[in-house]
């Protein structure tokens, strides 16, 4: 046994006849630099107690409920022996436990667990993980072992255990060690300080403020398009897209840079003088001319305001010119106090003259050519299409899981007037990156689900930026329709669309943030055991920002990061990962990120050929609404792969080989929406949608959300309501109502009218089953489902 080890044992020998010894051999160890012991006296509580506040800086009290315990297992028989027992005696174990309970129970105890960040919560796991490793230890270290025999004879103060116990509190909560440094690491105030290229130059700030169509990004794309050297920061790949044809077209040498895709202009791959990005591709490093950020109200997104917030701090470029709604004009003019810059707004009016009507479309048989019926569902989407097909009409339908391809295609199908297609179906994925020939905008409803800042799903009326964003679209400045209209489907709804419209629009009170993948490294390296999610939760704890900003909800990559935390990858790798964009509600596209995480960590690359198969190419034209969507989800899996091929070419190297491949499925889907109203009905058929119950149901919360009554039916939606069916529907009743109406043998009227009667009737019949004489349970029955007939 070496000399240090030996005086170590001696040092930690009980008080008593020993203590001289104790004292000598202590003297020894620091002659020999070896630690002192950590039981040699009473704990210090006033100057533990002290520094401890001292350190922590008088911050915010961290959420405990975040630190997830680690693990700490008992010792089994150790290789030397148990030398504690060995220089003592061995523990009786019920001695110990009551040592244990009387050490949990004392309040001054618990006061000092709290000047170490122990709180209640954290004091109880901490003490029944160190009684268990207590208890459950086959030997323990010479040390406690000495101090618990002390404690049984009296040679020492239940209180002595609290290093030991708080020695194990930090094993198993590391992050009491080390609050002070991830305080520091997660500071996120003064975010102008993370871009000191952008700092080390004075900026001109141009805000250009304006409706939609007012020609804003207009001007701004003119002084871009016109410097030696730019970079456009779009909110889509679409509106990248077109700046970057645009640009070429105009003979100005333009990249392309998105998260799936990079195309360099000059054949010898030199990057040209302008590029066109999307926003969150943007370089911070690259100095240029003339900036162009689009659409700067998204700062306040939820999910992506980090990336304008970014861009407008870290661009290094000579001008910076803003284009966006005039709510944010405060908030860049406050931010841009905090860098020293002056920003110059810009105004723009609307080119074209846009009205609210005075009246509803109230049926579909008012359509005209021209018109754009907005919803906010798929189900809207198919339940619209299907009615206006029956009128022998034809539409084009767009909405946001479609590929940019298909979007394009069927955009270039409604605006060209030699189509017969004369009328558009969609969501609010029109709202930008589109150019559309619409005359008159007919919101079908004005429920739109959203996610709030803390990730929680909201039902509630659109929002009077979204409404004026999406009304904005009709009679465009270069479409042929030179004024615009605005309704709704709905009689009811029509009060509440003006109501929103001329709603003062509020200003932005603050722009997004998020960690970098160099703060959360430094997050593992002082907590190298705890799971990336829990990393995540902890850093937004922890992190302080300025009241102008905010931390952008995280669910999307804690989501991806708990899909693939069992498999084993860096956490750089990990990180990256779990910023890939995927739809979570899409299953296949979750697994896929999954299998490809675990082929990387195999070190097997994803060639072309493996991923042919696992996709099951060849894919065959979808046959109803849910082969559609399985060919969605498969475009979105080869996103995925691209995306990922532009961080891991070495394990993802067929990029171009799957963006053909890409291409050849988007010509598939195409025809799948082109023949939607087909698909739609084989879905009916097969019963594999049931249109009329969903749409009926989203029209009940709409209603409900709107105006808190009680469900009724509307004209507008007569040929998909259940109420206006026999008491027994089929398949086949639901189409004689079609064909009638179809054939001119029965008017939208007509339909309601019988469907008045019907509900008469049935009103009456319900009257005669509550007589006196029925039966109690089926008169409670009724008076707990009111719509049950």
């Given at each position: 046994?070496s ?13 008593g006849?020993w ?11 620091r002659a020999?630099g ?7 006296g009473?704990?210090?509580?006033a100057?533990?107690?002290s520094?401890s506040?001292?350190?922590?800086g008088?911050?915010?009290?961290p959420?405990?409920s975040?630190?997830v315990p680690l ?11 148990d030398?504690?027992?060995?220089l ?8 110990v436990k009551?040592?244990?309970?009387k ?6 105890i ?6 170490y960040?122990?709180d ?15 208890m459950?230890?086959?030997s ?10 002390d404690?049984?004879?009296?040679a020492?103060?239940v209180?002595?255990l609290?290093?030991f ?8 909560f590391p992050?009491l ?5 991830l305080?520091?690491i ?8 993370w871009?000191?290229e ?5 900026r001109?700030?141009?805000?250009h403020?304006?409706p ?7 001007h701004?794309i003119?002084k ?10 779009g909110?889509?790949?679409l ?7 645009k ?10 840079v998105?998260?799936?895709e ?12 302008h ?5 969150e591709?943007c ?6 001319e ?5 659409e ?6 939820p ?10 701090l870290?661009?290094c470029?000579?001008?910076v010119?803003?284009c966006g ?7 860049v003019?406050e931010?841009m106090y905090t ?17 609210v009507?005075?009246?509803a479309l109230?049926?579909l ?6 018109d754009?019926?907005?919803?906010f ?12 097909e029956i ?7 767009i909405y946001?899981?479609?590929?940019p391809g298909t979007k ?11 189509d017969?297609?004369k009328?558009l ?29 803390k990730?929680e799903?909201?039902?509630e ?30 009689r ?7 109501e929103?419209l001329?709603?003062?629009?509020e200003?932005?009170k ?16 002082h ?11 902890i850093f937004?704890d ?9 931390v952008?909800?995280?669910?999307d990559?804690k989501?991806s990061a708990?899909?693939i935390?069992?498999?084993?990858l860096?956490l750089r790798?990990?990180?990256?990962f779990?910023t ?6 899409q ?5 896929s990120?999954?299998?490809?995480a675990?082929q ?13 198969r696992y ?19 498969v ?12 961080r891991?070419?070495?394990?993802f190297p067929?990029?171009s080989?799957?963006r053909?491949l890409?291409?050849e ?6 025809d799948?929406?082109h023949n ?23 029209q009940?919360?709409?209603s ?7 469900r009724?039916?509307?004209?507008t ?5 259940k109420?206006?069916?026999?008491p027994?529907?089929?398949?086949g009743e ?13 008017t ?6 019988l469907?008045?009667?019907w ?9 005669d089953r509550?007589e ?12 707990k489902?009111?719509?049950s007939?």
């Amino acid at each position: 046994m070496s000399f240090p080890r030996c005086a170590l044992l001696w040092a930690r020998l009980p008080a008593g006849r020993w203590a001289g010894h104790r004292a000598a051999v202590c003297s020894v160890l620091r002659a020999c630099g070896e630690p002192l012991p950590g039981a040699l006296g009473r704990v210090s509580t006033a100057a533990s107690a002290s520094s401890s506040s001292s350190a922590s800086g008088g911050s915010k009290a961290p959420n405990t409920s975040l630190f997830v315990p680690l693990t700490v297992k008992p010792q089994g028989p150790s290789a030397d022996g148990d030398v504690g027992a060995e220089l003592t005696r061995p523990l009786d174990k019920n001695e110990v436990k009551k040592i244990l309970d009387k050490f949990y129970k004392r309040k001054e105890i618990q006061k000092l667990g709290a000047d170490y960040g122990l709180d209640a919560r954290l004091f109880h796991q901490a003490f029944v993980s160190f009684r268990n490793y207590i208890m459950q230890s086959h030997s323990l270290d010479v040390d406690i072992h000495i101090i618990l025999n002390d404690i049984c004879f009296s040679a020492a103060h239940v209180d002595d255990l609290f290093p030991f116990f708080l020695r194990h509190a930090k094993q198993i909560f590391p992050v009491l060690e080390c609050k002070d440094d991830l305080r520091k690491i997660s500071d996120l105030r003064i975010p102008p300080n993370w871009y000191p290229e952008a700092r080390a130059i004075q900026r001109k700030i141009i805000f250009h403020s304006g409706p939609t169509n007012s020609g804003k990004t207009y001007h701004a794309i003119q002084k871009y398009l016109s410097a030696k050297s730019g970079v456009y920061c779009g909110p889509l790949k679409l509106l990248a897209h077109e700046i970057f044809e645009k640009s070429n077209a105009a003979g100005v040498p333009c990249d392309l840079v998105t998260g799936e895709e990079r195309v360099t202009i000059e054949p010898d791959g030199k990057q040209a003088a302008h590029v066109a990005c999307t926003v969150e591709m943007c370089s911070v490093t690259t100095p240029y001319e003339v900036a162009v950020i689009d659409e700067i109200q998204m700062i306040k997104d939820p999910a992506r305001g980090w990336a304008w917030t970014r861009a407008l701090l870290g661009l290094c470029a000579e001008e910076v010119h803003l284009c966006g709604e005039s709510a944010a004009i405060d908030l860049v003019t406050e931010l841009m106090y905090t860098t020293g810059e002056e920003v110059e707004v810009r105004n723009y009016k609307r080119l074209t003259p846009i009205s609210v009507l005075d009246h509803a479309l109230e049926s579909l048989d008012n359509l005209r050519p021209g018109d754009c019926i907005v919803c906010f569902s798929k189900n809207d989407i198919y339940s619209v299409s299907r009615q206006i097909e029956i009128r022998g009409l034809e539409s084009a339908v767009i909405y946001g899981s479609l590929p940019p391809g298909t979007k394009l295609a069927q955009a270039k199908k409604f605006n060209d007037p030699d189509d017969p297609c004369k009328i558009l179906v969609a969501t609010d994925a029109i709202g930008m990156g589109l150019n559309l020939s619409i005359r008159r905008i007919i919101f079908y409803s004005l429920i739109k689900p959203t996610i709030n800042e803390k990730g929680e799903k909201e039902i509630e009326p659109i929002t009077t930026s979204q409404a004026l964003q999406i009304a904005g679209r009709a009679g465009r400045f270069s479409s042929k329709y030179k004024e615009g209209e605005v309704t709704t489907m709905n009689r009811e709804d029509l009060s509440l669309l003006k109501e929103i419209l001329n709603r003062h629009v509020e200003p932005i009170k603050a722009a997004g943030l998020h960690p970098t993948a160099e703060q959360i490294e430094m997050f593992a390296y002082h907590l190298p055991d705890t799971t990336l999610s829990n990393l995540i939760d902890i850093f937004v704890d922890f992190s302080q920002v300025d009241g102008q900003y905010f931390v952008c909800n995280m669910d999307d990559f804690k989501f991806s990061a708990e899909l693939i935390q069992h498999i084993p990858l860096s956490l750089r790798v990990r990180y990256v990962f779990c910023t890939a964009p995927i739809n979570k509600k899409q299953p296949f596209v979750c697994s896929s990120l999954l299998q490809f995480a675990r082929q990387y960590s195999r070190n097997q690359p994803l060639t072309f050929s493996w991923l042919r198969r696992y996709i099951k190419w060849p894919l065959l034209s979808p046959k109803n609404i849910k082969d559609l969507m399985d060919l969605e989800a498969v475009h979105d899996v080869l996103d995925l792969y691209l995306w990922l091929s532009y961080r891991f070419i070495d394990m993802f190297p067929d990029a171009s080989l799957v963006r053909d491949l890409q291409k050849e499925l988007d010509g598939i889907i195409q025809d799948g929406v082109h023949n939607i109203t087909k698909l739609i009905k084989i879905s009916e058929t097969h019963k594999l949608l049931n249109l009329e119950s969903l749409s009926a149901e989203s029209q009940s919360r709409s209603s409900g959300t709107l105006k808190g009554q009680a469900r009724r039916v509307r004209g507008t939606k007569t040929l998909g309501s259940k109420a206006a069916e026999p008491p027994s529907p089929s398949a086949g009743e639901k189409s004689l109502a079609s064909r009638l109406v179809q054939q001119g043998l029965l008017t939208a009227d007509m339909l309601k009218q019988l469907e008045k009667e019907w509900l008469t009737q049935q009103m009456e019949h319900g009257k005669d089953r509550t007589e006196p004489g029925t039966h109690s349970k089926g008169t409670r029955r009724k008076k707990k489902e009111p719509d049950s007939d």
